[in-house]
């Protein structure tokens, strides 16, 4: 069902049928000590939000006593059919068991849970009689001295113990890095393990979009296969010199027989994985090599999940396992080796010995709030909407430093310039959405009216420049020719919304775009129209003197195709004289995930502070480091998700031939 009714009577009442024991309150149904005690926490009523999530805007309302949630409703009928729809009665069931907003997301419709989270909060924000963003403050917990997030290693008793099974190689995280980490090992005949502490429907989310490499067997029979010295040259000035470059060299060396595996799998199901080359006949101000590969799946297809099912099917047909719903303990280590791990399942506590090695592919730690307050404030303050994957909680890098990995010095996390807000709204906002377009290089100007930067730039580069505007915000305007301009500016990766020069398909398509995102931001006025730049300035709240000099002069630049004020190339220069006029403010990004991790070497092994490999233990995906710092280079299109594709590859092998 879309819009299901849940009470705490008929909760409880399921709970005590599935056996559950009642100390004065019943188990999973988790009280604040204010609850426990009954002092009044909420008033009493109906309280109503909404946030957006997939494909539509998902309400929940909640009813209250003075203690406790009495019922939760989460109307969810615009999202994925099948997936987010019938995410929604699960959603409104944990609000109730938790009594909280703090819900776990769905396995498969992650951005439902998200916007249910959000607006459950909203709700409860309401019922306290308090402004939400005080809410969340409370419910991070002292952050801003957040010292000790790493906190001490568990301790696993021998008769906390159900069951041990032994093995050769486990990989613990079955998302990008992991599933061809596992696939690898069990290609070279090594009894393989693949752990995954979500369900089978959501199987660690399913591999990237679009991943980096160089050498693909399309690449060079196109003849466009780039310098891999420019590249790796790229890559290092990047990150500030932070990034390793024989970790750059290995990637290089390898991604293109990472890229031509994954090809050949995918055509087995009967899909194809293209090169997306672009156009290079015009000059950039920032250097752009065509390294991306993507599914060709449109968007409201679900590639992600598909292509993963198939790469562990092809592994299950190998020998590989899969044991979901297990998740990570700790790992097993002593005299600097690493020998296996403990992890809790639905039968308890299972230690898993692997002769040959661990490899830790659990993801970054985007979604630990003391984490991300700790390492990286200045990201979490320009977090606009989080759609990192629901396991980025950190789990593995906080096993490998337990196990004496040494982590990253500096920390970053990849956001793109996508985060748009209400008219009326000022900063990032936690409800946000997310409007794909604010990567086109359109006229962007602040708060009072001024354009203040070259928008052709980085992704991330807006973001941090908006740190110095008013409010952290900013305003994107655009005329009734925007989709005209968009197929001239030609842009790279996946902010691109047509096909590539070679005809590979962009990874979110026009179509997809205007008929989910830009019809429903329109009707819920978060995109505005207008007839004149004097209303359009009026309806972004912006002095409409200034703004109409603004436009004035980008018309200018335009007809001189030549940006004097900032050098944006001419050909990505626009103007704004055919209406309606249309705009959006922005503030904040979109966050996908964190950029540093453990540091490893060159055969994919962990290593300690004095650069020393740990046997046994190794690191692939975003949970490992060591190559990327401050900005994350979207120019190299895929070159996270096509690190960890290669990475994963060669760990997975390289377990598997250790002796």
């Known amino acids: 069902m879309d819009n299901k009714l849940i009470s705490r009577r008929t909760f409880l009442k399921g709970a005590a049928a599935a056996g559950a024991v009642t100390t004065g309150a019943m188990v999973g149904v988790n009280l604040t000590q204010a609850q426990a005690e009954g002092a009044a926490i909420y008033t009493p009523g109906t309280y109503t939000a909404t946030s957006r999530g997939y494909a539509s805007f998902v309400t929940v309302s909640i009813t209250v006593d003075e203690t406790s949630i009495l019922e939760a409703t989460v109307t969810a ?39 249910v989270r959000q607006a459950c909060e909203e709700c409860i924000a309401q019922a306290k009689g308090i402004d939400v963003a005080l809410l969340r403050q409370a419910s991070a917990g002292n952050t ?89 040259t790229e890559l290092y000035r990047q990150s500030n010199g932070y990034g390793d470059q024989r970790l750059y060299k290995v990637w290089a060396d390898h991604s293109g027989e990472a890229i031509d595996w994954y090809t050949d799998r995918m055509a087995e199901v009967g899909l194809s994985v293209r090169f997306e080359e672009d156009d290079h006949s015009r000059e950039v101000r920032y250097p752009i090599y065509d390294v991306g590969h993507s599914l060709q799946m449109s968007a409201t297809q679900g590639a992600h999940g598909v292509s993963a099912k198939a790469l562990k099917d092809y592994g299950i047909r190998l020998g590989l396992e899969v044991h979901y719903n297990t998740t990570l303990v700790r790992l097993i ?55 990192s994957y629901p396991g980025s909680m950190g789990d593995g890098i906080k096993a490998c430093l337990w196990a004496g990995a040494a982590m990253d010095e500096t920390h970053s996390g990849m956001l793109f310039d996508r985060g748009g807000i209400r008219p009326d709204q000022v900063g990032s906002q936690p409800e946000g959405v997310l409007f794909w377009m604010g990567s086109q290089p359109f006229l962007k100007v602040d708060l009072n009216g001024n354009r203040f930067t070259n928008e052709s730039g980085c992704y991330d580069h807006i973001l941090h420049m908006a740190h ?11 005329d009734a020719n925007y989709i005209q301009d968009m197929m001239r500016f030609d842009t790279h990766g996946c902010s691109r919304m047509f096909p590539h020069v070679n005809g590979a398909e962009s990874v979110w398509p026009l ?7 830009m019809s429903m931001y329109r009707d819920q006025g978060i995109v505005v129209k207008a007839d004149t730049i004097e209303e359009l300035a009026q309806k972004l709240g912006l002095p409409v003197e200034n703004f109409v000099k603004t436009v004035a002069r980008y018309n200018e630049l335009y007809d001189k195709q030549q940006d004097e004020d900032f050098g ?26 964190t950029l540093d991790g453990i540091r490893i070497d060159t055969n994919m092994n962990a ?13 692939a995906g975003d949970c490992s480091g060591g190559y990327f710092d401050a900005s994350y280079p979207n120019l190299l299109a895929g070159c996270a998700a096509g690190r960890s594709i290669t990475f994963g590859r060669l760990a997975g092998k390289n377990a598997a031939h250790r002796a």
């Open 333 to 387: 280590h002593e005299d600097g080796k690493v020998t296996g791990m403990y992890a809790n399942t639905p039968e308890g506590m299972v230690r898993y010995n692997a002769s040959k090695g661990v490899i830790v592919c659990t993801g970054g730690y985007s979604l630990n709030k003391d984490m991300m307050q700790a390492l990286q404030p200045e990201t979490v303050k320009m977090i606009n909407i989080n759609y």
């Open 77 to 115: 009928d615009g999202e994925t059919q099948g997936i987010g729809t019938v995410a929604a009665d699960k959603l409104a069931e944990e609000i109730l068991a938790k009594q909280s907003h703090e819900i776990d997301a769905v396995s498969g419709a992650t951005k439902t849970s998200t916007a």
């Open 144 to 232: 801003a001295e957040t010292k000790d997030w790493l906190g001490e290693e568990p301790i696993v008793a021998a008769a906390d113990v159900v069951k041990t099974i032994d093995t050769e190689v486990v990989v613990i995280g079955a998302g990008t890095a992991g599933v061809f980490a596992a696939c690898a090992a069990v290609e070279e005949g090594a009894k393989t393990i693949l752990i995954e502490k979500f369900d089978e429907s959501y199987g660690g989310a399913g591999i990237r979009d679009t991943l980096g490499a160089i050498g693909s067997r399309e690449q060079l029979a196109s003849g466009k296969n780039p310098d891999k010295f420019d590249v790796i």
């Open 511 to 517: 179509e997809f775009n205007e008929a989910v995102f």
């Open 468 to 478: 110095t505007l008013p409010g952290m915000t900013y305003a994107e305007v655009w």
């Open 568 to 593: 944006k190339e001419a050909f990505r220069l626009s103007a704004l004289r055919q209406p309606p006029y249309e705009g959006i403010r922005m503030s904040g990004g979109y966050f996908i995930c």
């Open 607 to 619: 290593v300690n502070a004095k650069g020393e490999p740990i046997e046994g233990l190794y690191v």
